[in-house]
């Protein structure tokens, strides 16, 4: 199962940590290549992976999650 494919029953136990670690470079990739990031591109590659976000909607969920955090 690859990130883009993660259905509707999936669930962040079902995930493998190599989908993780590929969602998390996708995230470094999209954030343009930062290094002080990468424990938080991990928790957020899972936390996509758990909402089953597909990796090409990741930064509009990120930033929408991240804002509704601030409030």
Request: proline content about 3%; glycine content about 4%.
């Amino acid at each position: 199962m690859s990130a883009e494919s993660v259905g509707p029953l999936a669930d962040v136990e079902s995930v493998s940590e190599n989908e993780i670690r590929d969602y998390a470079y996708h995230i470094y990739v999209e954030s343009g290549h930062r290094n002080d990031r990468c424990r938080e591109n991990w928790v957020d590659a899972r936390a996509c992976l758990k909402a089953r976000v597909p990796m090409t909607e990741s930064g509009a969920w990120l930033r929408d999650n991240s804002d509704k955090k601030k409030k």
